[in-house]
């Protein structure tokens, strides 16, 4: 079976706003939803505080990509009055806006819609089902479905290495040998679509355009560890790439009928910002609950969605399985979303391990050693110094030098930046977006936010730099989920790798002319 719905938390929000246009008061309209829902009105009321509930109004993009194009800012007075969010979801096309449900860019001073964000546009370029067909899709899936040994692919899979694409890097067959075996006909497939990292937007691309790829991953998946639920989670505002996969789902059912006999597939739609997007505050904002991260251990293959053992998998790690399966896996491919200081931003699939350098030259059509610095995951993936320019951009080279490959979204930094104006706005996103569960993430993101503030504004000492290190240390030892661990993380490599330019700012000096008129405070 086929369901494509929205999460409960999400109707709930929609039922929230339908009674805020109807004129009642917030008090009154809490009621309503617990008596609607069967909750309680404390929940209802937590669920509604805790949501940004997108109702399809103005919106200027104020992540890290779109920060770094001064051409647009959330003061101006043409955009004072939009709303303001991390991440719109077009970051190569920095600065964004959403206007009248419509995406623009501003180019000289003027804005141009982006093409691709019309839903025009995605249903006409997307692989249908004829396409994939002809490109050699679902031939690993009618292979799969004419045995019932399944150790020939298996083996493929564990030959080729393939880890989540989602950030962590977790080898998938080590996370497929950890479900429990008693309890796989209950278990859920969790297929994570809820990206919001600024700097990110592949798995937007990915299920806009490659539908049934992802679709026939996400199956492959599912019969390989006995699973009959798959959920495919993908984020409110991306409706272009739901209805993508939605149409790619009722294309298979005509071609394959009885599959779905077997496995009920859903298309939810969730809502959230960047920390709804971590697995387990995915799976309480599924269930109707604010979107927070849980505890771990029990780890979701332990107890998952619904209290059931969940395999949870980046989009673009299931859009892998089957090119591995038809090709041998000898060479896993990898998205990688390029932006930042680089003359020709975009999303680049490569062979994964392609050198930074090569990256940035060959698709970004920019010079590497213009590059003072570079993240080569995204925001939570760390800096890194233009010095290592040269590293493979694959797990392990880049763990080793102390950064993480994260998603893939690689953002260059150009000679004229300044390192610690760079961080303060990472350290402003991380603040923004902390849900507040736990202290050391809650206080610790918004001491660093002052604390870099003040560096940039020339009023921080040695001594309160020093007293930064110790919360980020904190933050690492005792934050819940990522977003804390890697805040703090961020800081104290950033500090470690670039002391002299934080040292500089104390002076009051900034060598890039960024923070203090003429260099100088």
Not at 149 to 166: A, I, N, P, R, V
Not at 208 to 237: C, S, Y
Not at 408 to 421: E, M, Y
Not at 462 to 479: C, F, N, P, T, Y
Request: hydrophobic letters at 35%; one cysteine or more; charged letters at 25%.
């Amino acid at each position: 079976m086929m369901h494509s719905t929205v999460s409960s938390t999400k109707s709930i929000l929609d039922k929230f706003e339908e009674l805020k246009k109807n004129g009642k008061e917030s008090p009154e309209i809490i009621s309503d939803i617990a008596e609607e829902f069967k909750i309680s009105r404390s929940r209802a009321s937590s669920i509604t505080s805790f949501y940004d509930a997108d109702t399809g109004s103005d919106r200027i993009c104020t992540g890290f990509p779109c920060a770094l194009k001064y051409s647009v800012s959330p003061n101006d007075e043409t955009t004072r009055h939009f709303e303001k969010q991390s991440c719109l979801g077009y970051c190569d096309h920095a600065p964004v806006i959403r206007l009248g449900g419509k995406y623009f860019t501003r180019v000289d001073n003027s804005l141009k819609e982006i093409e691709e964000s019309s839903k025009e546009y995605v249903m006409n370029a997307r692989e249908d089902f004829s396409k994939y067909v002809d490109s050699g899709g679902y031939k690993s899936l009618d292979m799969v479905l004419k045995t019932s040994d399944f150790s020939h692919f298996l083996d493929k899979l564990q030959k080729s290495g393939l880890k989540g694409m989602g950030g962590a890097g977790f080898p998938v067959m080590a996370k497929w040998k950890s479900l429990p075996d008693n309890s796989r006909k209950e278990a859920y497939l969790l297929i994570n679509g809820h990206e919001g990292e600024p700097g990110t937007f592949k798995d937007r691309y990915i299920l806009e355009i490659h539908p049934h790829r992802v679709l026939e991953g996400a199956l492959l998946a599912a019969i390989f560890n006995g699973l009959h639920n798959a959920i495919i989670a993908i984020k409110t505002e991306y409706t272009n790439a739901r209805e993508s996969i939605q149409a790619a789902t009722a294309e298979l059912s005509s071609h394959y009928p009885d599959i779905f006999q077997q496995i009920k597939v859903e298309v939810l739609s969730v809502p959230g910002s960047y920390v709804t997007g971590e697995e387990t505050a995915l799976m309480e904002s599924i269930e109707g609950k604010r979107g927070e991260p849980r505890l771990r251990p029990p780890f979701p293959t332990q107890v998952g969605l619904y209290g059931k053992p969940t395999i949870v998998h980046n989009v673009e790690t299931v859009f892998h399985i089957p090119e591995i399966l038809s090709s041998g896996g000898n060479q896993i491919s990898k998205f990688y979303c390029l932006t930042g200081d680089v003359k020709t931003p975009g999303i680049y699939k490569e062979k994964l391990g392609i050198d930074a350098a090569g990256l940035v030259e060959k698709h970004g059509s920019s010079g590497s050693d213009m590059i003072k610095a570079f993240m080569p995951g995204g925001l939570s993936g760390g800096i890194l110094p233009g010095s290592e320019i040269a590293i493979s951009l694959d797990f392990d080279s880049v763990r080793k030098a102390g950064a993480g490959l994260g998603t893939g979204a690689f953002i260059a930094l150009s000679n004229d930046r300044c390192i610690v104006n760079t961080i303060h706005e990472v350290a402003r996103f991380f603040e923004k977006e902390s849900c507040g569960k736990c202290v050391p993430c809650r206080i610790g993101t918004a001491r660093i936010s002052m604390l870099l503030n003040d560096i940039v504004s020339g009023k921080a000492t040695d001594d309160e730099i020093e007293d930064g290190k110790r919360i980020a240390s904190v933050m690492i030892d005792g934050s819940i989920c990522a977003l804390g661990q890697v805040a703090g993380r961020t800081f104290i490599d950033t500090l470690s790798r670039f002391s002299w330019e934080f040292h500089q700012h104390v002076e009051g000096i900034c060598p890039a002319g960024v923070c203090f008129s003429e260099g100088k405070k």
